[in-house]
């Protein structure tokens, strides 16, 4: 038998100008050789939100050159957003 663990649902800053929803999506329980890829939302005020997910089998090694782009894609996005 694996043993299980909880990943929890990255969360919205809230803002004054847009007061975030709950992510749809609080926490997910994965078996030690599985990972989660996040669905992200993004709202008309430029909030980023958690709103559904993908179970994967855990990555061994080096990420593949396509989900690195899409890590810094994501990130590059987040900074834009809240203006980093």
Known sequence: MSKKRTVYAPQAKPQAECSPKPP???SVELDEDEDVEWTWTHTSCGKSIVTGYTII???TGKPDKQARERASRHETENR????R
């Open 24 to 26: 749809a999506v609080i």
């Open 57 to 59: 089998k855990k990555r």
């Open 80 to 83: 834009h957003r809240s203006g």
